[in-house]
């Protein structure tokens, strides 16, 4: 099973500023990887997928970056509705077809 | 606009079977293209996907769940469910449904339910 760990767990910024936040594999998922955004008491909500593509509705300061093992999820200029955790999650299609989820890293106001 | 909504009891006994339902609305399940997903969440804790089915009714399945789960599809009411057997403590979570577009590389999940907590107690 290919593990997914995100850092740092907890990451305080200003608003206004640019957050960034790191998932690594440990094993290669090429670019298989997809970022969500969840709020308390709310589903995640899909930001990225295939690494980098932004999804459907999301603001041109989300970007995604990386392949293989090593990725990054950058917020350019943090909003006051940023402020969420985020996780990373990678698709596997060889036998099993698997998805795996990061632990999260909340992103809180400094 | 798709709408994905969870149902099913919130409370389920130890060893019994959790039974939930995804109604899908705003977009046919049967008319192929997606991948539908059940999701859990323990509180305070990451995702963890439990498997999906595609509209010509294939499954896959998280290995490590695989010989309790089962999910099924119809697509007379536009619904997917979840049968989870033998339910422990360790169960307890809330249960997400969620729809993935089908392609040969991960596309994420777009949609999902609002999410219903689950809890496993005698």
């Known amino acids: 099973e290919v593990v997914m760990t995100q850092s740092p767990a907890t990451l305080s910024v200003s608003p206004g500023e640019r957050a960034t936040l790191s998932c690594r594999a440990s094993?290669?998922?090429?670019?298989?990887l997809a970022w969500y955004q969840q709020k308390p008491g709310q589903a995640p909500r899909l930001l990225i997928y295939?690494?980098?593509t932004r999804a459907t509705g999301i603001p041109a300061r989300f970007s995604g970056s990386g392949s293989g093992t090593e990725f990054t999820l950058t917020i350019s200029s943090l909003q006051s509705e940023d402020f969420a955790v985020y996780s990373c999650?990678?698709?596997?299609?060889?036998?099993?077809?698997?998805?795996?989820f990061g632990q999260g890293t909340k992103l809180e106001i400094k | 606009q798709v709408q994905l909504q969870e149902s099913g009891p919130g409370l389920v006994r130890p060893s019994q079977t959790l039974s939930l339902t995804c109604t899908v609305s705003?977009?046919?399940?049967?008319?192929?293209?997606?991948?539908w997903s059940w999701i859990r969440q323990p509180a305070g804790k990451g995702l963890e996907w439990i498997g999906r089915?595609?509209?010509?009714?294939?499954?896959k399945y998280n290995p490590s769940l695989q010989s309790r789960v089962t999910i099924s599809l119809d697509t007379s009411k536009n619904q997917f469910s979840l049968n989870l057997t033998s339910v422990t403590a360790a169960d307890t979570a809330v249960y997400y449904c969620?729809?993935?577009?089908?392609?040969?590389?991960?596309?994420?999940?777009?949609?999902w339910g609002q999410g219903t907590l689950v809890a496993v107690s005698s």
């Open positions: 969620a729809r993935e577009e089908a392609a040969a590389y991960g596309e994420g999940f777009d949609y």
């Open positions: 705003g977009g046919s399940i049967g008319s192929g293209g997606y991948y």
């Open positions: 089915i595609y509209t010509r009714g294939s499954t």
């Open positions: 094993q290669s998922v090429s670019y298989n």
């Open positions: 295939a690494a980098s």
């Open positions: 999650q990678q698709y596997t299609n060889w036998p099993p077809v698997m998805y795996t």
